[in-house]
């Protein structure tokens, strides 16, 4: 009799993505924990909806299926310890008909240090440390958290981003401080921002040279009639690349300006979320605000305006 084949094995077996997966011998897996000093026996959490216990063990053995080094488990394991706080709704984002999923931005010098990339294609393929960091997330949610689409998961369509949503920021050419300093933190302080995503909406300009039409266009993108934000506040991350970063710059604006005017552009009027989209007849009459930047589970209650201070901005706007 043949040997059996180990990569066709796991594949035949519900514990991959569809993916081939390094497969998890015990010396490997002693390898992969040569990453943490903590107790392998060390419970993280339980992932839901299935609620079957994370250890460290455990969560080395699916980073390293998904093909990681092992200086890459402390970000994995900080990573999916975030995604287990209560008000990311883990077990929410896991069982949706909609295509969400969870996306980390990694600051700081230990994601220079592990090779993580934040510059052209950072979305893509091509980069280990972005794509297993990601991978060996998505694994633990299918393996340990059941979330598996048409049993633990009721998504319609699902999304790229659930294989893989693990990235940095273009620190060597962004003109601003990175997302973690804009939210309190030291440039020299290693930090994980995640943020529960649908996926992602390219917004091509290649003419705007001045802030205006460029936020104009990319406020568009996030207010789109179809998109989920429109109606119930949710995360919402705004990446712009250099280019469109430095003509803001040039024209003054700090990353909070962007933010702030986004905010101020990125909103619908109660006729046109009538018109379609996922408009409930016994929503309150109020603009929901596209948060771009906000990228924590903490709602962003300053990015909600009611019509009268809408119309009362827009008044103001107009006569000045």
């Known amino acids: 009799m043949a040997p059996a084949d180990e990569f066709e094995f796991f594949l035949k077996k519900p514990w991959s993505d569809g993916l081939p997966v390094v497969t998890p011998t015990e010396a490997r897996v002693q390898w992969m924990l040569e990453g943490t000093r903590r107790d392998p026996e060390e419970l993280i959490g339980r992932i839901p909806p299935a609620l079957a216990p994370a250890t460290v063990r455990t969560v080395a053995i699916h980073a390293l299926m998904a093909g990681c080094?092992?200086?890459?488990?402390?970000?994995?394991?900080?990573?999916?310890?975030?995604?287990?706080?209560?008000?990311?709704?883990?077990?929410?984002?896991?069982?949706?008909?909609?295509?969400?999923?969870?996306?980390?931005?990694?600051?700081?010098?230990?994601?220079?240090?592990?090779?993580?990339?934040?510059?052209?294609?950072?979305?893509?393929p091509g980069f280990r440390a972005n794509a297993s960091i990601g991978r060996a997330i998505r694994l633990m949610l299918l393996n340990l958290g059941g979330g598996i689409a048409g049993i633990g998961s009721a998504t319609v369509f699902g999304t790229p981003l659930r294989y893989t949503a693990c990235i940095t920021e273009n620190t060597e050419r962004s003109p601003w401080e990175t997302l973690a300093v804009s939210r309190g933190y030291r440039p020299d302080e290693d930090v994980i921002t995640c943020a529960m995503v649908e996926s992602p909406r390219l917004c091509y300009d290649d003419a705007s040279q001045e802030p205006e039409p460029l936020l104009t266009g990319i406020a568009d993108s996030m207010t789109a009639m179809g998109s989920w934000n429109?109606?119930?506040?949710?995360?919402?991350?705004?990446?712009?690349?250099?280019?469109?970063?430095?003509?803001?710059?040039?024209?003054?604006?700090?990353?909070?300006?962007?933010?702030?005017?986004?905010?101020?552009?990125?909103?619908?009027?109660?006729?046109?979320?009538?018109?379609?989209?996922?408009?409930?007849?016994?929503?309150?009459p109020s603009i929901y605000l596209a948060c771009p930047g906000a990228t924590t589970a903490a709602r962003q209650p300053e990015c909600r305006l009611s019509l009268r201070e809408r119309a009362r901005a827009f008044a103001e706007r107009k006569t000045t």
């Open 69 to 124: 080094a092992p200086e890459y488990l402390a970000v994995v394991l900080d990573g999916i310890t975030l995604m287990l706080r209560e008000e990311f709704n883990l077990n929410g984002v896991q069982g949706t008909m909609h295509g969400v999923a969870p996306l980390m931005i990694v600051n700081g010098p230990y994601a220079r240090r592990i090779g993580l990339h934040g510059g052209n294609g950072c979305f893509g």
């Open 230 to 284: 429109m109606h119930v506040r949710s995360d919402m991350v705004v990446a712009m690349g250099p280019e469109h970063a430095t003509i803001c710059a040039r024209a003054g604006m700090t990353r909070a300006d962007v933010h702030r005017r986004l905010c101020e552009l990125a909103g619908r009027t109660v006729r046109e979320l009538r018109r379609g989209g996922n408009w409930r007849a016994w929503e309150s």
